[in-house]
């Protein structure tokens, strides 16, 4: 079967909220696309899409992203997990949005795991104020 990409909305304010929760201040939303894939072959739960800088320059965009959920794993995480999955793939954007990616490893560049981390205990530390 082929791979089936539909925009899911509720994901993209799934994202949002998120992102807010954990004071992630250098994603633009607006520019952070949600889809949800049907039959992709990844073990991935989502992968993160960059819109590289020469196709910025050629079809004379804005850096964007795309935030792609794999809905036969995502889909049975809880809202938590979702969430630790959404910031392990924003953890993937560079803090100047500029449509590059950061890799899971980087030399002399920091810990890309203690990055998502942070992120995770940041929204932790919300999701405690607020329920708690």
Same mark, same amino acid.
């Given at each position: ?13 799934h ?12 994603? !633009?939303?607006? @520019?952070?696309?949600? =889809? ?9 739960? &989502?992968? *993160? ?20 959920v794999?809905?036969? !794993?995502y889909? @049975?995480?809880?809202? =938590? ?9 924003? &953890?993937? *954007?560079p ?20 990055k ?17």
């Open positions: 079967m082929d791979i089936v990409w539909r925009e899911d909305k509720k994901l993209k304010q994202l949002k909220k998120t992102i807010k929760e954990a004071d992630v201040t250098w994603v !633009k939303s607006s @520019r952070v696309f949600t =889809y949800r894939s049907i039959n992709a072959k990844t073990r991935a739960y &989502a992968r *993160i899409w960059g819109l590289s800088r020469i196709w910025q320059k050629a079809l004379k965009v804005e850096p964007a992203y795309i935030l792609e794999i809905s036969e !794993k889909d @049975r995480l809880s809202d =938590y997990e979702k969430s630790k999955v959404i910031l392990h793939e924003v &953890a993937h *954007i803090k100047n949005f500029s449509g590059a990616l950061v890799p899971h490893i980087r030399r002399g560049k920091g810990n890309f795991y203690t998502v981390n942070n992120l995770i205990t940041a929204f932790e530390k919300t999701m405690d104020k607020v329920h708690g």
